[in-house]
C-alpha cells in the first residue's frame, strides 16, 4: 500500500516527472537561486553516445537563459550574452540527470543544472548588465508594478489530499506569480515560489489562504494551517 501511494504522490506533481522525483527526495535537493532544475532535453543523432551530447548541448544555453532572467531585471533581458558552449561549460559546476530514455538513435532525460554562482556574475558584471544578486537568497527583478523575488520552502502535508489542497491555495494567493516544483517525496516538498513584495507580505497573503509560512534564519517551511490539515 505504502508503495502504491508513493505512486498516486508522484504522479499528482505538474512540474516534475514521477521518476525523477522518486531518485531525488527533496531533503537531497540543493536549493539555490542558481540551480535550474526541470530541464527536459531531447535529441536524436547517429549513435546513442551523440544523442546524449547534443541533447544536453541543446539544454545548456536553455537553462542560462531560465537563470539570466531569474537574477536580473526585466529590462536587461534582451542583453543576455550569446554565449559558445565551452563558455556554458565553464558557468557550470554540475549537472543532475534523471528519468534517462534511450534507444540506438534518441536520448531524452530530465536534468538539473548547478551554476557556479560567482562565475555567473563575473560575467555579466564584465557584460555590464545590472542583476540584482547582491542578496544570494534574495535575487530580484523588476515585474509590472512590483518586485518580484523567490523564496525557496521546504513543504510538509500530511496526506495526498493535503498535498493538493496546499497547491490549490498557494493558487489563489496573488502574491504568487509562479511555484516550480525542485523535488519531492512522502510527505513533503521543496518548491521555489516566485512573489511579488516583502517576504513579511507574502507570509500575511498565504495566511489569508490558510497557509503558513515559517522560517529559522534563512530556511523557510510552508504548511497547511492548522484548521484545514485537521480536517
Known sequence: MRGVCISI???????????????????????????????KVEATAQSPRAARDLAMSQGRPLAFTKLFRRVTVRDAWSSEPQLTDGELLGLILSVDVGNERRNTTRYLADVRYHFNPAAVRELLRKSNIAFAAAD??????????????????????GTLADWSALRMRLGAVNAVTEMDVVGVALNEAQIDLTYVGEVEHLKDALAQQNLALSNIGDEYTLELGTAVAAK
Open 136 to 157: 544570494e537568497q534574495q535575487p530580484v527583478a523588476l515585474v509590472d508594478d512590483g518586485i518580484r523575488a523567490h523564496l525557496m520552502a521546504n513543504v510538509r502535508f
Open 9 to 39: 504522490l508522484l504522479a499528482t506533481v505538474g512540474f516534475a516527472s514521477a521518476a525523477y522525483a522518486a531518485a531525488v527526495p527533496a531533503a537531497a535537493v540543493t536549493a539555490d537561486m542558481f540551480t535550474i532544475a526541470g530541464m
